[in-house]
């Protein structure tokens, strides 16, 4: 099962829309981000903090997206649980069907990632 947003769902963002993700996530200790240097480069690392014994770890720079898990997008689209936000799914279909409803907008994917994706540009 898809656990995450790849980069090219996150290239789907407008400049925007990037902003404000970047103001509404918070990085946690575990979590994935990409960075693009606006070149031919670009740096995919996951979060990590200095610990009490001196070794470097990496933190991520304010220019980085998230790729978002699963759960992080269930965070966004139900912070403190003010969002009407349900969830189906019929995995016994050709294709498998995931249905996202917040606040009434409906999307469909074959999948609970791509679905809650789908629902979480619309907050951005």
């Not at 993700?21 to 693009?36: A, I, N, T, V």
Request: glycine share 6%.
């Amino acid at each position: 099962m898809k656990q995450r947003i790849t980069v090219e769902q996150l290239k789907e963002l407008t400049g925007l829309q990037q902003e404000h993700l970047r103001e509404l996530y918070s990085p946690e200790e575990g979590d994935w981000f990409y960075r693009s240097t606006g070149e031919d480069t670009e740096f995919y690392g996951s979060v990590m903090y200095h610990d009490d014994s001196g070794v470097e770890l990496f933190e991520p720079e304010k220019i980085d997206l998230p790729l978002l898990s699963i759960g992080q997008m269930i965070q966004l689209l139900n912070p403190e649980s003010s969002t009407i936000f349900t969830f189906n799914s019929w995995p016994n279909t050709n294709p498998p069907i995931c249905e996202i409803s917040v606040n009434g907008k409906t999307f469909y994917e074959k999948n609970i990632c791509d679905a809650l994706w789908e629902s979480v540009k619309k907050i951005l």
